[in-house]
DNA sequence: CCGTTTCCCATTGACGCCCATGTGGTCCCA
DNA sequence: TGGGACCACATGGGCGTCAATGGGAAACGG
C-alpha cells in the first residue's frame, strides 16, 4: 500500500542535490518506482511526486474530452507541458532544477510533505503557512 | 512509448538556431523519427512539433468530414497550408523561421514544451501567461 | 557570385556516478 | 544503567560524461 506520511525539511547542497526522507524513499522502493512523475501542482505553489499511474491517471481526464476542447487542451497543457519524470540519484537524491524552483521558491531548502499517494515539494514558509491556513480554515 | 514532458526555454543563436532538448530528441529518435511535421496550432499562439503521424492523424480527421464541407476546407487550409516538414542539424538543432517567429512572436528565446504527442514551440512570456490561465481555468 | 544553410570542431557548464564524512539513534553487554 | 560499537541516513565533494552553445568553413541555391 503506498501511502506518503508526515513532513520534513532537508538541505539543498552546493550542487542543487537534496536527499528525498528515507521513509518516502522505502515507499517508492516497495512499489518499484524508478521514474517520478513530477508535475507543477493545480492548486498549491509546490511540485507533485509520485509514480507513472499518477501521470496515467491524470491522462485519463485528458483522453475523454474531445482532443480540441478548451478543457483538454487547458488539462494537457498542465499534465504534459507542467509535468517531468525525474530520477533520484544513488543516494537517493533529487537535483532541484529550475522547473521546481522557479514553481516554488525554492532556494536552499525543501519541505517533503506526504500526500496520501503522493508527496509534494514545498518551499518551508510556504508550507508552514498553507498549514496553518488549513488548520484555521477547519475551524469553521 | 512516445510522451514529451515537461517545458524549459533555450537560447537562439546568432545565426537563429536553437536546441532542440535533449529528453525531446531522444524520444524522437528512439521512435526513428527524421522529418518533423510543425504547424501553426489551433489554439495557442505556438507551433505543434511531431513524427508524420501527427500529420496522418491530422489528415484523417479532415477525411471524415464532407470534403466540400466548410470545416474539412478549414481544417486542409490550417493542416497543408500552415504546415511544413523540418529537420534537425547533428548537434539536434532546430532553424527558427519566419514561419515560427511571426506566429508565434518568438525572438531571442524558445520555450519548449511538451503535450504528450507532441511538443511546442512557446515564446517564453506567451508560455508563462498561457499556463498561468490554464491553472486558473481549472478552478471554475 | 553572394547570402544562407549545413557540417564540423571547441568550449563551458551542468549532471550522474562514486566514495567519504558526520551525526544521531539503537542495541548489546559489562 | 552507563558506555561503546554499530548502523542508517543526511550531506559533501572529486571526476568523467554529455548537453547547450559559439563560431569557422564548406556546401548549397538562387
Chains 1, 2 share one sequence.
Not at 537534496?18 to 508535475?39: E, G, K, M, N, W
Not at 478543457?71 to 532541484?96: I, K
Request: proline share 4%; glycine share 8%; aromatic share 10%.
Amino acid at each position: 500500500m503506498i501511502r506518503f506520511l508526515s513532513n520534513s525539511v532537508n538541505r539543498i547542497d552546493a550542487k542543487g542535490r537534496v536527499s528525498v526522507p528515507a521513509s518516502f524513499r522505502s515507499i517508492l522502493a516497495s512499489a518499484d518506482v524508478q521514474d517520478l512523475y513530477c508535475f507543477q501542482d493545480f492548486v498549491f505553489p509546490a511540485i507533485s511526486v509520485g509514480g507513472p499511474e499518477l501521470l496515467t491517471r491524470l491522462e485519463k481526464r485528458i483522453e475523454v474530452a474531445d482532443p480540441f476542447s478548451p478543457e483538454a487542451n487547458r488539462m494537457s497543457l498542465l499534465v504534459h507541458g507542467g509535468g517531468v519524470f525525474m530520477r533520484l540519484d544513488q543516494e537517493g537524491r533529487l537535483m532541484v532544477t529550475d522547473f521546481i524552483r522557479s514553481f516554488t521558491g525554492i532556494t536552499d531548502h525543501v519541505a517533503f510533505v506526504g500526500r496520501g499517494d503522493h508527496f509534494q515539494l514545498w518551499q518551508p514558509e510556504a508550507w508552514e503557512a498553507a498549514q496553518k491556513a488549513a488548520r484555521e480554515g477547519l475551524g469553521r
